[in-house]
């Protein structure tokens, strides 16, 4: 843990549990799907990314939008 993480969550409790809960959802991604952001799916090999530039498993352009059902 670094000092600046330990004198940002001083200062600013609210916005550090936020980004904890953000990256604790960013590594449970592809398991549990209850974001509400755009979302993308590789159509080739279901690689699931938040970018929808390329695959980086194919590194193809590939990707297409995950619906929300
Ligand atoms: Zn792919």
Redesign the pocket.
């Known amino acids: 843990m670094s000092i600046v993480y330990t004198l940002k969550k001083l200062v600013d409790p609210v916005r550090v549990r936020m980004e904890e809960t953000e990256r604790k959802r960013l590594v449970e991604v592809g398991e549990s799907e209850k974001s509400e952001d755009a979302k993308y799916r590789?159509?080739?090999?279901?690689?699931e990314s938040r970018s929808n530039e390329y695959?980086?498993?194919?590194?193809?352009d590939?990707?297409e939008t995950v619906r929300q059902s």
């Open positions: 590789c159509r080739v090999c279901g690689l695959c980086p498993a194919c590194l193809a590939t990707m």
